[in-house]
Every structure is written in structure tokens, then in C-alpha cells.
């Protein structure tokens, strides 16, 4: 998560998020991932980091 973060900042350093899309915080997007993930599947490193990217860039394009 970290690692993605980083690249976010380097790619955006004036970074703004949206509030709130579909009604859902940031985080409770991405906590309800984890919990998914960690329920129903195998955690792959790979499939993880593009379902994190793909929450944050929503949240950085509704902004």
C-alpha cells in the first residue's frame, strides 16, 4: 500500500480526493477490499495493488 501511495504522490504532488463516491470514504473502499480479498480468494500481490490503484484513481478523479 505504501509503495502505491508513493507513486501517487509522485505522479500527483498537488494531490486532491474526492470526499466520498457512492456514498463511501476512501478507506471504506479500500478496507472493504481487503476484507474481500482475504475472505474469498488467495491474496495475489498483483491483482491487490491494481484493485488499490483503480479505488484511488477514482477517488482522485472525482476530486
Known amino acids: 500500500m505504501r509503495k502505491i ?3 501517487v504522490y509522485a505522479k500527483t ?3 486532491k480526493l474526492a470526499a466520498k463516491i457512492d456514498n463511501k470514504r476512501l ?3 479500500l478496507f472493504e477490499l ?3 480479498s482475504c475472505d474469498t480468494k488467495a491474496y495475489v500481490k498483483g491483482s491487490a495493488n491494481a484493485e488499490i490503484k483503480k479505488i484511488i484513481d477514482a477517488f482522485l478523479k472525482a476530486a
Request: charged fraction near 35%.
Open 5 to 7: 501511495w508513493e507513486e
Open 13 to 15: 504532488p498537488n494531490l
Open 27 to 29: 478507506y471504506e473502499d
Open 34 to 36: 481487503g476484507y474481500t
